[in-house]
């Protein structure tokens, strides 16, 4: 008799899944509670694939083996509560792939920088010649390439919430970009909740396996002082030298594996600038040289990178004034390293779902380079509350279009109108991609 798979959520994670089950033998059912998107009907009738819209069964978890969840889904919902009380197995979509696959799995991890890390990953093993997947958050779900794909490698981007529903998954190189405080609202307002949620990424790791972090974290310092890490320890660090597997030497990344230093460009020559985007630079290198990619290999694919959509994304300027999609920073971190990277006054466009934020850490760097906040949002009483004695001008809006000719208003020949919302994109658009497309949109209107 068939093992029976139902699937919650029927985006790219979860149709990659069904084609993924449908494709080993299972008895496969999808249901989601939105409605699903025409491409992916289009393929689940295809593969014949039972599929529901609009609501979950109750019967769903009636004689059902497994339940692969959408990311998106809390753990705390009724239904994933009922199906674990009910002894049915509850995981990701990555923890099911990997079921199927022996292919060597790069994973990424952390709360900013894990999108342009993960692509630039990518980037070197591709350019090396390797066969590789990107996974995860980004490209064609990690279950569909495994099902359709014959890929030696895998470059995997992983949310915390994907990372919780990972359980016999390894990584064979581990990336852990960094921790700061977000998505509180999901992990009951602990940070400590969280941080075991992205360190979830180190599980069923063995000697023979490696864990790349940036050792000028103190969240990541802390946590691997009360750990027993089983694999190679790969540090990086835009302040230290000693011990570490990539630092800066008079502004040159260089490499320290296996007793072998090698300097590998400086950093003016890195395609992506801004000093987060330097030590994104040093975890793909490291992961590059341990796979035996040659420097100069390594050199050239950091050299010529195009960068990622929505991430700083320059775009034209318009009577002298600058323009810059950072629609991806959904969090206060990712903002901070925006505004850090600011060389002019900034018009800075921010707000949208609040997901716990503590606005203090941007305080300085507001007070130095902000002239002007533009808030898109429902609800923009804490960014208003937060910054009112620090930015001299604040405005509210509710639309991108309302929120551009404000910002447009507000800067002058030389300034830079900065999108990096620091929130989440829900109350307005359907994603931070809609929400870049947008501000795109409304700046080539101008």
Known sequence: MKKRVVILGAGESGTGSAILAAARGYDVFVSDMG?????????????????????HSSSLISKTDIIIKSPGIPDQSELVVKARESGIEVISEI???????????????????????????????????????LAGNVGHSFARQVAEKDYDYYVIELSSFQLDGMYEFKADIAVLMNITPDHLDRYDNSFKKYIDSKFRIINNQSESD??????????????????????????????????????????????????KTEEIMTIHDLALKGRHNTYNSMAAAIAGKILNIRKDKIRESLYDF?????????????????????????????????????????????????????????????????????????????????????????????????????????????????????????????????????????VRNL
């Open 35 to 55: 409605e699903i998107k025409d491409k992916y009907k289009q393929e689940l009738r295809a593969g014949n694939i039972a599929f529901e819209e609009r609501k």
């Open 210 to 259: 490696y864990l790349i972090y940036w050792a000028d974290d103190p969240v990541i310092s802390n946590e691997l002082d009360t750990r027993q890490i089983k694999a190679a320890m790969m540090p990086f660090s835009g302040t230290l030298k000693e011990g570490m597997s990539a630092y800066i030497n008079n502004e040159i990344l260089t490499l320290n594996l296996n007793d």
């Open 306 to 442: 195009q960068g990622v959509e929505h991430r700083l994304e320059s775009l034209i300027s318009v009577h002298g004034i600058n323009f810059i999609n950072d629609s991806k920073a959904t969090n206060v971190n990712s903002s901070w390293y925006a505004l850090e990277c600011m060389t002019t006054k900034v018009v800075w466009i921010a707000g949208g779902v609040d997901k716990g934020n503590d606005y203090s850490e941007l305080h300085e760097l507001a007070k130095e380079k902000v002239k002007a906040i533009v808030c898109l949002g429902k609800d923009n009483k804490k960014i208003v509350s937060s910054f009112r004695e620090i930015v001299p001008t604040i405005v509210e809006t509710g639309s991108m279009p309302e929120a551009l000719k404000s910002a447009y208003y507000l800067a002058s020949t030389g300034d830079t109108v900065l999108l990096s919302p620091a929130c989440a994109s829900f109350d307005l658009f359907t994603s931070y991609e809609d929400r870049g497309r947008q501000f795109k949109e409304a």
């Open 95 to 133: 923890e099911f792939a990997g079921r199927f696959t022996d292919a060597t799995m790069i994973c990424i991890t952390g709360s900013n920088g894990k999108t342009t890390t993960t692509q630039l990953i990518c980037k070197i093993l591709s350019d090396a010649g390797l066969k590789v997947g």
